[in-house]
């Protein structure tokens, strides 16, 4: 069990600092693209009318 632990002397390894700021960086994406609505278009389209063929 002694060779699992990652604090060590008040420090941690690099290997789990590293998958920890990974982690804070997909939530902060997560939390960014959560807060981002759906793009608006700049002008408005001009509406188009279908025509069916009546057969």
């Known amino acids: 069990m002694l060779g699992r632990l990652s604090v ?3 420090r ?7 998958g920890f700021a990974a982690a804070v960086v997909a939530v902060a994406a997560l939390i ?20 069916q063929d009546p057969r």
């Open 8 to 10: 060590h002397r008040g």
């Open 12 to 18: 941690i390894s690099p290997r789990y600092a590293r």
């Open 32 to 51: 960014t693209a959560a807060n981002t609505g759906p793009a608006r278009a700049t002008e408005p389209l001009p509406a188009q009318h279908v025509i």
